[in-house]
């Protein structure tokens, strides 16, 4: 397994064997509470997986480990499909082996915030009177890794339309759909497997985790500005900046690339096809009123427009040496594609040199993963 990614769990080493992920949050399976205007109802607890039928079936089959879907099983007592009713049929698909991350969570719920407060959205509620409670909610979690069971909730075989779903009854599973926002968040799964298998510790674990859509963090908001304005008293002041950033955005351009004349992935050095792509966002710059940092060109990267895609959505990252750092959340499929072994370590050619700390902020905050997990 050594072309697999590995990633530290609880100190202990996976591979990552599998992954979905894009699955995206529903509004019907929000939680009422964050659920956009233009939909009503309450929201099903019950996550949609795609169908159990044919290719598509099959694949969420080998992910899961699971081949019954579509089992009918119903609890007479609480009036529907159950961790009970489903124990008692054969239907639990993993048994307290999938897991969310708090940190993960606050994360999410960090890159959320200024949606949450500015609401680019159109929601029934104004969602910034949860944002505080739910987020001590998550910091008050005793545990880093919080374990839970799913079950086959799917359409029953005997229904026509054979949509697989899983849910689960434990507390984790209301908690995050109270968090997630509808159409920008996305569920990312991770198929773990031990590195060092034991008697204990010798079969897969499920990683559930959740991503904000890139635009919606709060770095690239687009209230960013609008947020800068408010929380910044010399409101001239900031203008004077934008104006000035507006002036210097090219000569930024043309000091990044006569620095750095190569993208390192692609090998081009067409200055036409080169993007001075910021290591520390260009939003927080102005936030901070580092209109220096901003125009920095050591503060930038010459990149072709695929890679500087993956280092400015936070695929991709660099440490203090240049070794290239590559997430989770991309995969091996589409690692390939790109041309990039995710656990080769390489040393790119970005004259890493006096940008220690544009490139700590950006694994710190860009990174979509957390740097100490992997490995």
């Known amino acids: ?47 949609h997986v795609g169908t159990y039928k044919g290719k598509l079936g099959q694949r969420i089959s080998n992910f899961f480990d699971y081949s019954t879907w579509g089992l009918e099983h119903f609890d007479a007592v609480k009036k529907r499909k159950t961790i009970q009713s489903a124990r008692s049929s054969g239907a639990v698909i993993q048994d307290n082996t999938c897991f969310f991350s708090k940190a993960n969570l606050l994360k999410y719920l960090d890159d959320a915030k200024a949606e949450y407060y500015t609401q680019e959205q159109i929601y029934h509620n104004d969602i910034s009177a949860f944002y505080n409670e739910r987020y001590q909610e998550v910091q008050n979690l005793e545990t880093e890794h919080i374990p839970f069971s799913i079950y086959d909730a799917s359409d029953n075989l005997s229904q026509k ?53 890139y635009q919606f ?28 950033y ?54 930038g990267l010459a990149l072709s427009p695929t890679y500087d895609r993956l280092f400015d959505q936070g695929y991709i990252t660099f440490s203090d040496n240049g070794e290239l750092i590559c997430g989770t959340q991309l995969s091996s499929y589409t690692w390939e594609k790109l041309n990039i072994n995710p656990t080769a370590k390489n040393k790119m050619r970005i004259f890493p040199e006096n940008r220690e700390s544009y490139l700590d902020y950006h694994r710190k905050h860009v990174f979509q993963d957390d740097i100490i997990d992997l490995t």
């Open 246 to 299: 507006r002036v210097g955005q090219e000569k930024y351009r043309r000091a990044v690339i006569e620095y750095m004349p190569q993208c390192p992935f692609s090998k081009i050095t067409d200055e036409r096809l080169l993007i001075a792509s910021h290591i520390k966002p260009y939003s927080i710059c102005i936030k901070e009123k580092r209109e220096d940092h901003a125009l920095d060109y050591l503060n």
């Open 1 to 47: 397994m050594a072309e697999y990614q590995k990633i530290k769990i609880d100190n202990l080493e996976y591979f990552i064997i599998d992954s979905i992920q894009d699955f995206r949050a529903e509004d019907s399976f929000i939680h009422r509470s964050n659920k956009l205007a233009q939909f009503a109802g309450n929201g099903e607890s019950k996550k």
């Open 161 to 213: 339309q054979q949509r697989g779903y899983i849910r689960s009854d434990d507390k984790i599973w209301k908690l995050w759909r109270e968090l997630i926002l509808p159409k920008i968040s996305y569920l990312s799964i991770l198929k773990l497997f031990p590195v060092t298998p034991t008697e204990q510790n010798n079969k897969s674990i499920f990683y559930f985790r959740i991503l904000l859509d």
């Open 217 to 244: 963090r709060t770095f690239v908001h687009p209230s960013a500005l609008q947020l800068i304005d408010e929380i910044q008293a010399d409101t001239v002041e900031i203008e004077e900046i934008k104006k000035s």
